[in-house]
């Protein structure tokens, strides 16, 4: 059974500073892995994706997760954090064969202070 | 390309009347889903639809909840008779091809049942 954790349900950073947001997966099969931000009353958006190609993967805003097979994490990280960066982020895992296998991970709200 | 387009964006009624939400996906788009966002259950698969079939319902809460997908560029979700309860914002996302690929999300349904 594929299950997704996300470590940490609110992070807090000041504005310039990196930003982590940690991501933890299980999957029986080699999984597809997204990364969605979602700000106020706003639909999710896809910030970046992953499907077995490279491991770095860069996505919107600056934003990057690597896949690390042996840790099972996808992380989401930026260098330097801006204002505009503060939303709430799914970590998500998939299963090519279902389209219902589709997990989300509870959520991390990002913070930025000023 | 306008996106996922979905109506009304808040819907105020009271205990006991019909609710009808409507979703228009992205031309081309094979899958559609229906989930429902909540502070206390994140975000919860509904529904979805492959070409226009419905495929997964187990995630409809009870037989008050239902879903229909006449043609690929329409799909509503109604709710008879509604509930405090079914108080939450309600997205339509679609995608190309299903698991693999990213979902595209409306931006939302915000309903209230007083």
């Known amino acids: 059974a594929q299950s997704v954790t996300q470590l940490d349900s609110h992070v807090s950073v000041s504005e310039g500073t990196p930003v982590l947001l940690r991501c933890n997966y299980s999957?029986?099969?080699?999984?597809?892995l997204f990364w969605y931000v979602q700000h106020p009353n706003k639909g999710l958006q896809l910030l970046l994706k992953?499907?077995?190609?490279?491991?770095l993967v860069k996505g919107i805003n600056g934003f990057e997760a690597e896949f690390k097979k042996s840790e099972t994490s996808f992380h989401l990280t930026k260098p330097s954090a801006h204002m505009s960066d503060a939303a709430e982020y799914f970590c998500?895992?998939?299963?090519?064969?279902?389209?219902?296998?589709?997990?989300f991970g509870s959520g991390t709200r990002l913070s930025i202070r000023p | 390309d306008a996106g996922v387009i979905q109506s009304p964006r808040h819907e105020v009624t009271e205990m006991g009347q019909e609710v009808t939400l409507r979703c228009k996906p992205i031309?081309?788009?094979?899958?559609l889903f229906w989930y429902r966002q909540t502070m206390m259950r994140g975000l919860e698969l509904l529904i979805y639809?492959?070409?226009?079939?419905?495929?997964?319902d187990s995630g409809m809460p009870e037989d008050r909840f239902s879903a229909k997908m006449p043609n690929a560029s329409f799909s509503t979700l109604k709710i008879q008779p509604s509930e405090p309860r079914d108080s939450a914002v309600y997205f339509c996302a679609s995608s190309r091809t299903g698991a693999n690929s990213p979902l595209h999300f409306g931006n939302g349904t915000r309903l209230t049942v007083t």
């Open positions: 639809f492959n070409n226009n079939v419905p495929i997964d």
């Open positions: 031309s081309g788009h094979d899958y």
């Open positions: 999957s029986s099969y080699s999984p597809s």
């Open positions: 998500v895992v998939s299963e090519w064969s279902s389209a219902s296998k589709i997990i």
């Open positions: 992953y499907t077995s190609a490279a491991t």
